[in-house]
C-alpha cells in the first residue's frame, strides 16, 4: 500500500509528508514502512495517507460528526464545557473540537497533569507537557490540584508553574521525582541529550532549554519543591511527595505548609539512642 | 559515628534552614506532626531498604488521625504516641519486614517474635484462659524480632498490619489483620486464624488522583 506519511514525532518528525509503502505490520501498533528514496522505518499504524483517498478534512468530518457539532458551539460554551471536564478529557476534547481559540483565556484549566507511564491518549502527551506547563504559567491558570512527574533536573519547570500560576486555591498536588536527571516532560520536549556525558552532569542542551524556562523564574522565588509549595498554596490540604532517589530536601519548608491535612513523604533523618546517655543520630 | 554522637539531638543537621534556626526536634516525622497543627494522615515511604530503617517515632499531635508506614522502612517502629485522635495505625505484616508495633505476648514467658510468635498455632497450648480474656497490647518492634516494651494507644486506634502483597500473590498469606486495645486475644487470634478483612471502606487510604 501506497502512503504519505504524517504525525512523526521527535527524530521521525522530518518523514512527514515522504511517499512510503507499508512493509509488514509489528506489535503495539507500529508498522514498518519502506521510504520511497530508500531505508525502511518503524511508524505508528494509521499515522499516515493513502494515496488517492479522501481529503483529511472531509474525512474527519464524516467520522467524526461529534467533532462538526462542536465546531458549531460557541467558545463560550466550549469553555463551558470543558471547564467540566478533567485534564484528560479535556485533551481528548480538544482533539476533537480543534478549536483553541477557546483557550485564549487559560481559565478552564483547575488541572496540570504532567504525568508518566500513561497509555497514549491519556493525559498531556509527554512531547507537549513542557509546552503546556509554559502555556499554563503564560495564562496565570487557576489550579485546583497538580500531579507533576519530574526529573532532579525539572524542578524549574515546577517552580515557574507555581509562581505564574494562579494557586490560592490549589488544594491537591501529587509529585514525584525521579532519581533521574531529566524527567519525562524535558526527554521528550525535541532536545537532543548527550546520554554519555548525563552521568557526568555535564551541560546538555537540555539544560539549555530548562535555563531558559528558568529564566522566567523570579528571583525571590523558592528554590525547593516543598518551599515553593509553602510559598505559594496556602490552600494546600494534601501533599503526596515522592523522591525515587533520596528523601525530601527542605522538611523545615514543609513544615510550613500549615494547612496540610494529608501528607505522604519520604522522610530521611532518625536520631536512635542506643543507650540512655548516648545519642547517635544516623543523619 | 563519633561525629555525630557528639552532635546535640535538636541540631538543623542537612535542612536548607540558617544556623540560627534550628529544629525544634532532628526526627523529620516528629518535627512534621509537631509543626502541622491540622495534620490529620501521615503516610510515610521510602520502601523497606529506607533510611528510617530500625528509627523510633516519637509523635505528639492533637490532629493526627491516621499513620500509615506500610510503605517504610522495616522495623520502623515507635517510641510513643502521644495522639488523642489517632484511630488507625497501618504498619508492615508479622514477617521479618515488619515494621510498627506487634501484639504484645499476654504475660512473660510465651514465645516471642516474628513470624512464629506467641500466636501461632504451635503455641496455642501455652495460653490459658485468662490470657485468652486479656485485652491486647502493643508493643515496638525489635531488631531481635522481639516485641519490646509496651506502647500506649488510644482506646479507639486500630493496628493495621497489612499482608505484603507478595506474600498475598503467592498465596503465602491472605488480608490485613487488625486490632484495638480493647480486642481481646481471643478475638485477636481468632482474627489471625481467618485473615479477616480490615474495614478499607471505612477508612480510606491515601486518595489517589484521577487520572
Redesign the interface.
Known sequence: MAVVLERGRGQKRHLDGKRAHVTRGLAGGWTVVSLEDGGSVKWRTGHWQEEGAEPPAAKKTASEPAAALILSLADDQLRDIARQLDTPSVCSYLCASQRFAALEAGSCFGECHLRDGLPSGYGVAKCKQLAFARFLAAKHAKLHSLHVDMGRGDVTVLRLLLQECDTRELTTAQIRVEGARYGQMTRCSGVVIDWSTVHLDQSNPADTLLAEVGSEVKVDTKATITGVLAQFCPALRTLSLIYQGGDAEDVPSLGAIKSLHRLEVNLGEVCRPTSPQTLTPQC | ?AR??V?P?HRP?????EAS?P?PQ????N??AD????????????GVQ???F???LDLTSNSLQVI?ITKASKMLTFDSLDCPALREIRCRDFSFYGNGLMPAPPRAGLQDGWGLGWWHSRYRDDLTEDDLNLPCAFAKVMRSGRSGSLVELPEQCAVIWEVDEHRGQAGLGSSAVWATPTTTVADFLSRVDSGQLYGVAAFPR??E???
Open positions: 559515628l555525630c554522637a552532635q539531638r543537621s542537612r535542612h536548607n534552614v534556626d529544629l532532628a526526627d523529620d516525622a518535627y512534621l509543626e502541622l497543627p491540622q495534620l490529620t494522615h501521615l503516610s510515610l515511604l521510602g529506607g533510611t528510617l530500625g528509627g523510633r500509615d491515601f486518595p488522583t484521577a487520572v
